[in-house]
């Protein structure tokens, strides 16, 4: 178990530290248990795999009924795997959109010097912290290789990725801001891995100014803010400091899960520090990324997705390591995460953080609300 929490899970920062400690010793165990992992990963697709039989088909076993067009998608591509044709896991990903009606606004005529005036063609940059949801760790569970090496599908991050080049394509934030500004710049592709080219470090060039690392709980969110400015100023061929920017921050499941399952701490990460710690960021951005609009989005409760691990042997093993002493009728799950979420919108309450170039805006989509799930 110490093996799980301290050299699997540690992001990369740390993990270039403990490879340093004890360079052969430490090589040996990390492939050793990527094998057992990567093993029981195998045994569990397996076992799916030969669930998928004329007899139990893709309907039986998979009871979400989903009405969104990117979603439909999606699970036809899934209901034609199980169904027995010969498509690589991989193919199912990634999903676009087959309309989008939105009207196709200009740019402001002038340069906005307020981003309460902002419009969608008129966001140069995009930007990202968080942890392995934004980072899009095995995000599409493709190969063996990709489970191996804890590849990062960066292209493909919900808020960051920039497959393809238009939301028919990817159905990503950047791709739909793409489709006002072609000359978006910050959004990432290809892929990143947290073996020696983790996203959030300067080994992987594919992460572009997704900053988020797997693993990373708001204790490392201000790193990675210092590290998103870093690029953008060690770049300035490619990035305008002074253009519009939006940065999405998405943190919160570490917190929860590392806080009170892994390092196992009677209080685990409090609201108070977690509101903190978001704090302490903003700050930091305030000061030294000006004209920037921040996508805060709320708290993600891991446990209203157990339902859905029997479609992932990835999500399976995740759950089990990181989030093992928690169930989804544990009242501090609810507690926990509430708490962030009400730190949360008090941050976006505060005026401090509500200027004319800079803003925090709070997205609820991930609120108390049951039905979303």
Same mark, same amino acid.
């Given at each position: 178990?110490?093996?799980?929490?301290?050299?699997?899970?540690?992001?990369?920062?740390?993990?270039?530290?403990?490879?340093?400690?004890?360079?052969?010793?430490?090589?040996?165990?990390?492939?050793?248990?990527?094998?057992?992992?990567?093993?029981?990963?195998?045994?569990?697709?397996?076992?799916?795999?030969?669930?998928?039989?004329?007899?139990?088909? $893709?309907?039986?076993?998979?009871?979400?009924?989903?009405?969104?067009?990117?979603?439909?998608?999606?699970?036809?591509? !899934?209901?034609?795997?199980?169904?027995?044709?010969?498509?690589?896991?991989?193919?199912?990903?990634?999903?676009?959109?087959?309309?989008?009606?939105?009207?196709?606004?200009?740019?402001?005529?002038?340069?906005?010097?307020?981003?309460?005036?902002?419009?969608?063609?008129?966001?140069?940059?995009?930007?990202?912290?968080?942890?392995?949801?934004?980072?899009?760790?095995? $995000?599409?569970?493709?190969?063996?290789?990709?489970?191996?090496?804890?590849?990062?599908?960066?292209?493909?991050s919900w808020s960051m990725g920039g497959n393809g080049s238009t939301p028919f394509d990817c159905a990503t934030m950047p791709n739909f801001l793409?489709?006002?500004?072609?000359?978006?710049?910050?959004?990432?592709?290809?892929? /990143?891995?947290?073996?020696?080219?983790?996203?959030?470090?300067?080994?992987?060039?594919?992460?572009?100014?997704?900053?988020?690392?797997?693993?990373?709980?708001?204790?490392?969110?201000? $790193?990675?803010?210092?590290?998103?400015?870093?690029?953008?100023?060690?770049?300035?061929?490619?990035?305008?400091?002074?253009?519009?920017?939006?940065?999405?921050?998405?943190?919160?499941?570490?917190?929860? /899960?590392?806080?009170? /399952?892994?390092?196992?701490?009677?209080?685990?990460?409090?609201?108070?520090?977690?509101?903190n710690n978001v704090r302490q960021t903003l700050d930091y951005l305030k000061s030294n990324l000006p004209k920037t609009f921040v996508n805060l989005?709320?708290?993600?409760?891991?446990?209203?997705?157990?339902?859905?691990?029997?479609?992932?042997?990835?999500?399976?093993? !995740?759950?089990?390591?990181?989030?093992? /002493?928690?169930?989804?009728?544990?009242?501090?799950?609810?507690?926990?995460?509430?708490?962030?979420?009400?730190?949360?919108?008090?941050?976006?309450?505060?005026?401090?953080?509500?200027?004319?170039?800079?803003?925090?805006?709070?997205?609820? !989509?991930?609120?108390?609300?049951?039905?979303?799930?």
């Open positions: 178990s110490s093996l799980y929490s301290s050299t699997f899970w540690a992001t990369p920062r740390r993990f270039d530290s403990l490879i340093a400690s004890n360079q052969g010793m430490q090589k040996t165990i990390f492939i050793t248990l990527l094998l057992q992992v990567n093993l029981l990963v195998c045994i569990e697709s397996v076992s799916l795999a030969r669930q998928a039989t004329p007899e139990n088909s $893709a309907q039986d076993l998979n009871p979400v009924v989903i009405g969104r067009d990117p979603y439909d998608i999606l699970v036809k591509r !899934f209901q034609t795997l199980l169904d027995g044709e010969n498509v690589p896991l991989g193919s199912l990903l990634p999903v676009g959109v087959e309309t989008f009606d939105c009207e196709k606004i200009d740019s402001s005529p002038t340069p906005p010097t307020s981003v309460h005036k902002l419009r969608p063609s008129d966001v140069q940059m995009v930007g990202a912290l968080g942890d392995s949801l934004t980072a899009g760790l095995w $995000a599409k569970e493709a190969h063996m290789l990709a489970q191996i090496t804890l590849e990062e599908d960066v292209d493909i793409r489709f006002y500004n072609s000359d978006l710049k910050g959004y990432s592709s290809g892929t /990143c891995s947290m073996v020696g080219e983790a996203s959030g470090s300067d080994n992987c060039p594919n992460g572009a100014l997704n900053a988020a690392v797997s693993g990373e709980t708001s204790r490392g969110l201000l $790193a990675e803010a210092q590290h998103l400015v870093k690029v953008i100023r060690n770049n300035p061929d490619i990035y305008d400091e002074a253009s519009w920017k939006v940065v999405t921050i998405f943190i919160g499941v570490n917190d929860l /899960c590392t806080g009170l /399952c892994t390092l196992n701490q009677p209080e685990g990460i409090t609201r108070t520090e977690y509101g989005v709320n708290a993600l409760n891991i446990t209203k997705l157990v339902p859905f691990q029997e479609y992932s042997a990835n999500c399976r093993l !995740f759950y089990s390591i990181m989030c093992q /002493c928690l169930k989804p009728d544990d009242p501090r799950v609810n507690s926990y995460i509430e708490g962030y979420q009400d730190e949360l919108a008090k941050i976006a309450e505060d005026a401090s953080y509500d200027q004319d170039d800079f803003t925090v805006v709070l997205q609820p !989509f991930l609120d108390r609300s049951e039905e979303r799930f």
